[in-house]
């Protein structure tokens, strides 16, 4: 059997060249062509990985008999990438001998239908008997062969039943793992099924503070400490089958060149490292801080101070790893190129938008909640008269992609912003008036939001600095301003940072982030009782309670299902404390919001069927879309659910995702569109089964008892 594991290795997980297993063939003799008989025959089993590098033809395992030196093939990759399993010696009268080569065309083989991914967990099961042998690929039987079984009485009877795999020593880069020769062949299911390998990948769709350029590149702000802004990644890790994996791992940031992977250093001795991380408020050497895994993820909050200018303008990637000595390619992961630039300065401040005095309906419902202004509201009565029934209406056609397809949405952004711009800068140019110190990107007002004055003059650079920080300076800002703003210069705010990011999306995180800031912290001050932490189990009824007013659902609450996915999103345990209260209460309040509008709300409490199953995960939305784990469902099949990878303030926390099934037979999220007025527009219902793409609403398994309190 394979060797244990060396200091800094992974048990289970060899390279391909540290493979060797003995074979005893006295237990496939006998066996017939059902696996039954004296001997019955066995199965080796493992899993495999094999890297980007690996080309068509070589050999995975070798089979070598005691006195003879010649390395035969047992598994193999044809020319078009399939794997190839051969008979074996001293069994099988159709062994490969010493003559036969690549591409073995004068050799008995059996072959798997579809080619053989590469950087892609697969398992691998090959049945032996005297008479049959078989291949298995991810517990499935794929190919099978007859053959002829040698005398049962050898020659020699000392070496008769040696026979050894080695893994191939160098050709191929490849990795196996649980490699077991199994004596019960009907076990090769359950070895496919018991303990999958892991795999880390980054989930794009948790992105922050980046921007992609049309090109595929990331720009992201960096260089000096007054410039440089954080920005987001998170990593996943899974195993073989997708989900994600608890296990006691720790994960480490660098900075890398994107060319050859080597780590960029330090400019000169007392220069700042090239990457930073953020841990409670102060700012470490990313690689002197590693992150654990909880519940399958690791999120990092970064900042660059090397910039590409400074580097030959050569590009850089963040580098993902374990802490492990051994470094594994599916324990790795790198993401897309970056090019790290200096904060730009415009040549002229975006002028102000015409300021407004009074409040929408739009923006008081978002204000209150729908109950009424706030003691400190300043809206204007004569705007009461709009229809309160259109404010969530849809328009089918308009989705935008989310969530693993965000990258189209973000550039019509960016563009809608660059043409803005540009507009803004020429009719700058045709003015005689110079820029004043105030008025500069750089200008020193507050940006905390703690200066009650400074609040209230909404500076021109403030709104636009809004516009490019990314979400964690934005709710910094608003957490400050909060308390002081009144509603007017909210709303006020609100417009010109949707006017000027080109995403009226962002208008409505404002208009609730004073509400949204306030309840939190008489949520925490109940369940906390003025303590630092909270038992989980007594602060969920108050949850549940708050979140029914604030969706104003009179019988629906939330699930087992739902208060778990919660405490996911919060990142605690038995116990919660302010930090993983905020994550929860960010995260639940806009989408309690979402369903307190009419349209939304009735969509919620539909049950027959159930339109919204509850707080479903990005997992379970495309398992219920599954009818096994390659066959997906008929197109058109949908679901609808949250992004949990969206909190305030971020523009799409608690929208609306349908993930459905696209009529090129892949699973798509799109973003719903709800922000549109159409008092002319049906049921939410009957919208989403106007848009083509949607015919049939799918159903979530999930337990159906619901908590009660």
């Known amino acids: 059997?394979?060797?244990?594991?060396?200091?800094?290795?992974?048990?289970?997980?060899?390279?391909?060249?540290?493979?060797?297993?003995?074979?005893?063939?006295?237990?496939?003799?006998?066996?017939?062509?059902?696996?039954?008989?004296?001997?019955?025959?066995?199965?080796?089993?493992?899993?495999?990985?094999?890297?980007?590098?690996?080309?068509?033809?070589?050999?995975?395992?070798?089979?070598?008999?005691?006195?003879?030196?010649?390395?035969?093939?047992?598994?193999?990759?044809?020319?078009?990438?399939?794997?190839?399993?051969?008979?074996?010696?001293?069994?099988?009268?159709?062994?490969?001998?010493?003559?036969?080569?690549?591409?073995?065309?004068?050799?008995?083989?059996?072959?798997?239908?579809?080619?053989?991914?590469?950087?892609?967990?697969?398992?691998?099961?090959?049945?032996?008997?005297?008479?049959?042998?078989?291949?298995?690929?991810?517990?499935?039987?794929?190919?099978?062969?007859?053959?002829?079984?040698?005398?049962?009485?050898?020659?020699?009877?000392?070496?008769?039943?040696?026979?050894?795999?080695?893994?191939?020593?160098?050709?191929?880069d490849g990795y196996v793992y649980n490699i077991q020769v199994l004596s019960m062949i009907g076990t090769i299911q359950e070895q496919y099924a018991e303990n999958p390998p892991s795999k880390l990948s980054i989930d794009y769709s948790c992105c922050d503070g980046i921007e992609e350029g049309d090109d595929g590149i990331w720009c992201i702000v960096g260089g000096k400490a007054s410039c440089r802004r954080n920005f987001m990644l998170e990593v996943v890790l899974t195993n073989?089958?997708?989900?994600?994996?608890?296990?006691?791992?720790?994960?480490?940031?660098?900075?890398?060149?994107?060319?050859?992977?080597?780590?960029?250093?330090?400019?000169?001795?007392?220069?700042?490292?090239?990457?930073?991380?953020?841990?409670?408020?102060?700012?470490?050497?990313?690689?002197?801080?590693?992150?654990?895994?909880?519940?399958?993820?690791?999120?990092?909050?970064?900042?660059?101070?090397?910039?590409?200018?400074?580097?030959?303008?050569?590009?850089?990637?963040?580098?993902?790893?374990?802490?492990?000595?051994?470094?594994?390619?599916?324990?790795?992961?790198?993401?897309?190129?970056?090019?790290?630039?200096?904060?730009?300065?415009?040549?002229?401040?975006?002028?102000?938008?015409?300021?407004?005095?009074?409040?929408?309906?739009?923006?008081?419902?978002?204000?209150?909640?729908?109950?009424?202004?706030?003691?400190?509201?300043?809206?204007?009565?004569?705007?009461?008269?709009?229809?309160?029934?259109?404010?969530a209406c849809l328009h089918p056609s308009k989705f935008l992609k989310v969530e693993g397809d965000g990258t189209e949405t973000h550039k019509m952004v960016s563009q809608s912003k660059q043409a803005r711009k540009m507009v803004v800068e020429a009719q700058s140019v045709r003015t005689e008036s110079t820029m004043s110190d105030s008025d500069s990107i750089d200008a020193r007002s507050s940006w905390s939001g703690s200066d009650k004055d400074e609040a209230e003059t909404l500076s021109d650079a403030m709104i636009f600095r809004y516009c490019l920080e990314g979400t964690y300076e934005r709710s910094t800002f608003l957490k400050g301003a909060a308390s002081s703003i009144n509603v007017d210069d909210l709303i006020t705010l609100a417009n010109e940072v949707s006017l000027y990011s080109g995403c009226s999306h962002h208008r409505n995180q404002i208009l609730i982030s004073k509400q949204l800031l306030e309840e939190g912290a008489v949520t925490w001050s109940i369940i906390s009782k003025n303590k630092e932490r909270a038992l989980w189990s007594s602060a969920v009824p108050e949850i549940m309670s708050n979140f029914m007013d604030i969706a104003h659902s009179t019988n629906r609450g939330l699930s087992e299902q739902d208060l778990e996915v919660l405490r996911g999103i919060a990142g605690c345990g038995d116990d919660l404390g302010r930090n993983e209260f905020d994550r929860l209460w960010y995260w639940l309040y806009p989408v309690a919001v979402s369903l307190s509008k009419d349209k939304i709300n009735s969509l919620w409490g539909c049950t027959a069927p159930v339109w919204i199953e509850g707080l479903i995960t990005t997992e379970e939305a495309e398992n219920a879309l599954r009818s096994s784990r390659e066959l997906l469902k008929k197109p058109g099949t949908f679901v609808l659910r949250f992004p949990t990878t969206r909190s305030w303030p971020h523009p799409d926390a608690g929208s609306l995702v349908v993930t459905y099934v696209g009529s090129d037979n892949s699973i798509h999220h799109r973003l719903l569109s709800l922000d549109v007025s159409d008092a002319r527009a049906g049921s939410l219902q009957d919208l989403l089964l106007q848009e083509p793409e949607l015919l049939q609403l799918g159903r979530v398994d999930r337990l159906p008892t619901a908590m009660k309190y």
Not at 19 to 43: P, S, T
Not at 92 to 100: F, G, L, M, V, Y
Not at 308 to 313: I, L
């Open 240 to 391: 073989a089958f997708g989900e994600h994996m608890n296990k006691d791992t720790q994960i480490v940031a660098s900075l890398v060149y994107a060319d050859n992977g080597a780590l960029v250093e330090k400019s000169r001795d007392d220069a700042e490292p090239p990457l930073l991380i953020a841990c409670e408020g102060l700012e470490y050497p990313a690689e002197s801080r590693p992150l654990p895994i909880l519940r399958g993820r690791a999120l990092f909050k970064l900042k660059i101070s090397q910039l590409s200018s400074k580097c030959d303008n050569k590009l850089f990637r963040i580098y993902f790893s374990t802490l492990h000595t051994r470094k594994y390619p599916f324990l790795e992961a790198s993401s897309k190129p970056i090019r790290c630039i200096s904060r730009g300065r415009p040549s002229r401040p975006l002028s102000a938008a015409k300021r407004t005095s009074s409040a929408t309906v739009d923006e008081i419902h978002l204000l209150n909640n729908g109950q009424g202004l706030d003691r400190d509201g300043k809206a204007n009565a004569c705007s009461l008269s709009q229809d309160q029934s259109s404010v």
């Open 1 to 172: 059997m394979a060797a244990p594991a060396e200091p800094g290795e992974i048990e289970g997980y060899l390279g391909l060249r540290d493979v060797r297993v003995e074979l005893d063939l006295g237990k496939a003799r006998g066996g017939g062509e059902g696996g039954a008989g004296a001997g019955g025959g066995f199965a080796v089993c493992f899993w495999l990985y094999l890297s980007g590098s690996a080309r068509p033809s070589p050999v995975i395992l070798h089979q070598i008999t005691a006195g003879d030196g010649n390395k035969l093939p047992f598994l193999a990759l044809s020319e078009g990438n399939k794997l190839l399993l051969f008979p074996l010696l001293r069994l099988h009268k159709q062994a490969p001998s010493s003559s036969n080569s690549s591409p073995w065309t004068d050799t008995t083989y059996i072959s798997a239908v579809n080619e053989c991914p590469l950087e892609h967990w697969i398992h691998v099961g090959c049945e032996v008997t005297e008479n049959v042998m078989r291949l298995h690929i991810d517990g499935d039987l794929v190919a099978e062969a007859h053959l002829c079984s040698l005398s049962s009485q050898p020659d020699n009877q000392d070496d008769a039943y040696q026979v050894c795999l080695l893994g191939n020593n160098g050709k191929v």
